[in-house]
């Protein structure tokens, strides 16, 4: 298997613009994870999909940030407008969830978003 | 609220000597435990997972952990130390059950190896 895999790996945008971070989790996984590592607040969940559904967006900045799972082999997030605030890498992690229990989580490479 | 404690932000040591990376964890049930390993500019690797069973579990290049609850900790150990082993380890958590899946990390330990 690919494993996860997300696009781009590096962004670099300026103050104001709508990045779009891209992430094909592992076929046949059914929970999509997105994480936000930054120096201060180490790794933070954003939010959790479950069979394309949104379960918990609780970790999500704020209204400049949206993420969108249209099916299961895909999924975005979007901040718009960016601010150099954002800066951070952005994870995607993919696994399965049978009943109460969730297997474990695979990551992809991440995104180094840069914003000037 | 659950969280995870890696007392140690950064550890040095040298080749072919023991390691011990300590982690400590807040849950009020049974917890998920993982250890991940990340290399500069890589994603997150898993290099071992408790969920039930034997408290001694074993993982990928060498590494162990063993599962104490009465002192509701899961330090990783290896015997001897590699210098491919330089990397930043995070210990994590996670639900049981319930509407969340995701991961409670802790803020990691660097790990530097000396030749």
């Known amino acids: 298997d690919a494993g996860v895999i997300q696009s781009p790996r590096h962004e670099v945008t300026e103050m104001g613009q709508e990045v779009t971070l891209r992430c094909k989790p592992i076929?046949?996984?059914?929970?999509l994870f997105w994480y936000r590592q930054t120096m201060m607040r180490g790794l933070e969940l954003l939010i959790y999909?479950?069979?394309?559904?949104?379960?918990?967006d609780s970790g999500m900045p704020e209204d400049r940030f949206s993420a969108k799972m249209p099916n299961a082999s895909f999924s975005t997030l979007k901040i718009q407008p960016s601010e150099p605030r954002d800066s951070a890498v952005y994870f995607c992690a993919s696994s399965l969830r049978v009943g109460p229990r969730q297997e474990t989580q695979y990551f992809g490479p991440g995104t180094r978003l840069l914003v000037l | 609220a659950q969280s995870v404690t890696q007392p140690d932000i950064h550890i040095t040591v040298s080749e072919g000597a023991s390691l011990e990376l300590r982690c400590n964890y807040s849950y009020g049930a049974t917890p998920y435990l993982f250890w991940y390993v990340q290399s500069p500019g890589q994603g997150l690797q898993l290099l071992l997972k408790y969920f039930s069973g034997d408290t001694l579990v074993q993982g990928i290049k060498g590494f162990e952990a063993e599962f104490k609850r009465s002192q509701s900790s899961f330090n990783l150990r290896k015997p001897s130390v590699h210098w491919s082993d330089a990397a930043e380890y995070f210990c994590a958590v996670q639900r049981y059950g319930g509407s969340q899946g995701n991961l409670i990390f802790g803020k990691g330990t660097k790990l530097s190896v000396k030749p």
């Open positions: 076929s046949g996984h059914n929970s």
């Open positions: 999909f479950n069979n394309n559904v949104p379960i918990d």
